[in-house]
């Protein structure tokens, strides 16, 4: 069984002259993906951990627990603020790093031998 290849042509800037730069369109548009999917994921976990154990708590009370201010406004103010903050956080962190030069490894060696 032959081995995974490995590419040892040299770089088209040739040796020693580094990555070419980044787009600055890529990178934006690379943060904000990746920054809205972040967002997303982190108001399903606030939504989840938050608002659906108080439902849970207030259906049980007797009387009106629903009504109450802290269970409808939940998600509003806690979950999407939450996710909107993390998301941006997310997405200019990775425009910033890819728009330095930063990449993922691509080193295709198997980790077991």
Same mark, same amino acid.
């Given at each position: ?7 040892? +042509?040299?770089? #088209?800037? %040739?040796? %020693?002259? %580094? ?14 993906? /990746?920054? #809205? %999917?972040?967002?997303? +994921?982190?108001? +399903?976990? &606030?939504? =989840?951990?938050?608002? /659906? ?5 207030? =259906? ?9 201010? *802290?269970?409808?406004?939940? *998600?509003?103010? *806690? #979950?999407?603020?939450?996710? *909107?903050?993390?998301? /941006?956080? &997310? ?7 890819? &728009? ?6 691509? !080193?295709?060696?198997?980790?077991? !031998?």
């Amino acid at each position: 069984m032959a081995g995974p290849e490995v590419d040892d +042509a040299p770089d #088209a800037l %040739g040796p %020693g002259q %580094g990555s070419p730069p980044r787009s600055r369109l890529r990178s934006a548009l690379l943060g904000i993906g /990746i920054g #809205a %999917g972040v967002g997303v +994921a982190a108001v +399903a976990i &606030a939504f =989840s951990i938050v608002a /659906i154990p108080l439902d849970i708590v207030a =259906s049980t009370e007797p009387g009106s627990g629903l009504d109450r201010t *802290l269970v409808r406004r939940g *998600l509003f103010q *806690l #979950a999407l603020p939450f996710g *909107l903050v993390t998301g /941006i956080a &997310a997405g200019i962190a990775i425009g910033v790093w890819y &728009a330095r030069g930063g990449r993922l490894p691509n !080193d295709r060696t198997p980790i077991h !031998d």
